[in-house]
């Protein structure tokens, strides 16, 4: 029976007459006749997993092979996944845009960013418009600006025909950021509370004098 593509050979379906052995430890047990390599794994009641095919002598490890095969697709499954949920969102501006509509958009891409997605900022020029790119830089700025530590840039502004594009990516940096402003908050009011309890008593006195 034929391994499935993409799958190490293992135990009888490994065609080399002696491999470089590697104990279920990890620990490196030598050059082995794969019979013999083989005998060992059987009374371990593992397997024999050829890991590197195309060293010579190939390089077998004495395993648990259905355990190695769960773990494989786990990681699999964890690759595919953190893969498909990143999207790239496009977000639209113009050079003149209004202070609302500008607001909005920010405000759409912040919950992109915070959803894990990537996004693509375009600055359409239209016309004359063209003439003075440094509008669309502006525009840039001010979005990275407002953004603040949510967003990094992976992709720096650069000009495509009648459009200024920019990618940005998802900072993980941002609920560090959040505490601190909590704690901030925090230290701000214990403060204002501290300032307050001292003022009260002086004011008690200058009540008491009168």
């Known amino acids: 029976m034929a391994t499935p593509q993409n799958e190490p050979r293992y135990n009888e379906r490994i065609r080399a007459r002696e491999v470089r052995l590697i104990g279920p430890d990890g620990s490196q047990v030598g050059i082995r006749s794969t019979a013999d390599a083989l005998t060992l794994a059987r009374e371990l009641d593992l397997d024999l997993v050829e890991v590197a ?16 095969r769960y ?6 499954k964890e690759s595919r996944k953190k893969t498909s949920h990143v999207t790239i969102k496009e977000v639209k ?29 375009t600055l359409q020029f239209r016309g004359r418009e063209m003439a003075h790119p440094e509008l669309g830089a502006r525009i840039l700025d001010a979005v990275l600006e407002q953004l603040g530590s949510l967003a990094k ?58």
């Open 53 to 68: 095919p195309l060293a010579n002598p190939p390089v077998c490890r004495i395993m648990d092979y259905g355990k190695f």
């Open 71 to 76: 773990e494989e697709a786990q990681k699999a």
């Open 93 to 121: 501006f113009r050079p003149k845009i209004g202070k609302g509509d500008f607001d909005t958009k920010v405000r759409h891409m912040h919950d992109f960013l915070s959803d894990g997605h990537k996004v693509k900022v």
């Open 153 to 210: 840039v992976e992709t720096q502004a650069r000009l495509e025909g009648r459009n200024m594009t920019m990618v940005l990516a998802p900072d993980r940096k941002p609920p560090a950021r959040k505490n601190q402003d909590r704690e901030e908050r925090t230290d701000k009011e214990n403060e204002s509370s501290g300032q307050a309890d001292e003022q009260a008593p002086m004011a008690e006195t200058a009540a008491d004098e009168q």
